[in-house]
């Protein structure tokens, strides 16, 4: 079975810190690059940050700086540590597990865990 499962998403204040975890199916985790997305009400779900099977990452460019993502491949789990959040970084963060096979695209979605940012 694939899965995805995400943890970690919550209520912050403007200017604090969060950290959300994915935890993946082994058989995925080590082959797939993970992701993370998120969708906000009224809008499309759009990409955060990004990082391959060896370490290399990919980062919106209004996540970067503040914005990091990691795995640890013992525990097949991707992180993604979120510093000085914003009133618009609310919204439901999403995991992902994609790649390219064959010419055909094949993409994994955990369920999503809400992070809203408000005083």
């Known amino acids: 079975q694939v899965q995805l499962v995400e943890s970690g998403g919550g209520l912050v204040q403007p200017g604090g810190s969060l950290k959300l975890s994915c935890a993946a199916s082994r058989g995925i985790f080590s082959i797939y690059p993970m992701g993370w997305y998120r969708q906000a009400p009224g809008k499309q779900r759009e990409l955060v940050a990004t990082i391959t099977t060896g370490g290399n990452t990919n980062y919106a460019a209004s996540m970067k700086g503040r914005f990091t993502i990691s795995r640890d491949n013992a525990k097949n789990t991707v992180y993604l540590q979120m510093n000085s959040l914003k009133p618009e970084d609310t919204a439901v963060y999403y995991c992902?597990?994609?790649?390219?096979?064959?010419?055909?695209?094949?993409?994994?979605w955990g369920q999503g865990t809400q992070v809203t940012v408000s005083s």
């Open positions: 992902n597990a994609g790649r390219v096979q064959a010419g055909q695209r094949y993409d994994y």
